[in-house]
């Protein structure tokens, strides 16, 4: 249940985000709008292909339905990471570069492998470090922008609202990062039993905190609004 | 790394004024930055205003300039009749406040 509100709250998002891209002309949105889009594509497929239940070959197709949308989140979130926090900064570019490389081995190592063989047991860990890799880089650069938020907003050169919204990203960014490790910590103490055992408990845990989040940064209700700049006030006065 | 048209601009001034060699000028305008929450290459004409007036006099006191609160007056008068073009792509602060609209 609540793994289908994230999902989508998560499709919803993507669609806003593309369309807002396609009005305001911005990149920023348009990988944002695209991450969304294709996390929503791939763990309705991706992880349901995981499904002890499921016949092998409709789970091997949803497999390479769920995991290349899954790699191109990833793609975008290290696009994003780039465009909004480190734009022209050449190691940055670098870290993209490295991103796509580990995402899209990642990838190949799920779905062909060096077996020649769809691996539809569990997600391999070559998988989910590449897909760790794009959230550890999206949260870091999200919660240092926050920290020199703060400080311009001490001199009132930060709107509160936006400030609150650094922390906000960094949580669900965060979040949606320690999901896959999760699952590769289980599968690394408990086998795949534990990895379907974390696929039931983790999302749902996670999923809570990542719902409210994603609301508050994308939609945010007038109250926390109201409340955001009277904290704000508060603390400067 | 890429500065913006200000901080070069505001650089420059603190060397001419204070007789700081341009690799001090910079670091100082730097640490300046730092403690505002502010970038070097992102920095505006308007956030330049305010540091100058709320940390770059701090910093030059500690390096010795006992008249720095006169000095960063008569920069900050200078600052203001400069025109300076637009300040390369879009923060990440401008970003996140589309984030939130309809």
Known sequence: MTQSIVGAIVALLGFRMLWAAVRR???AEAWIGLFFAASALGSETGLRAFDPTLDPELAVRLL????????????SAYAFTYTVFRRGERWARGVVLAGVLLSAWGAWHQLHGPNGVADISHLQVEFLLGRFACFAWGTYEALRAYGMARRRRALGLADPVVVNRFLLFGIWFGLMGVMPLTLAWARFTAGTAGQMAAAGI????????????????????????SWVLASANEARS | MNTSPVFDWLANEITTRTGLDALKSRGTLRIALQNGGLEPRTLTKDQAAVVINRLLAHELKLRGHADAASMCMRIEAALRVMLFGKVGPDSAETTFARLGRK
């Open chain 1, 202 to 225: 983790g999302p749902k845990i996670i999923g809570m905190v990542m719902i409210v989040a994603l609301v508050l940064t994308f939609f945010p209700p007038r109250k926390y609004v």
């Open chain 1, 64 to 75: 390479f339905i769920g995991i290349p949308a899954l790699t191109v989140s990833s793609l």
């Open chain 1, 25 to 27: 002309r911005t990149l």
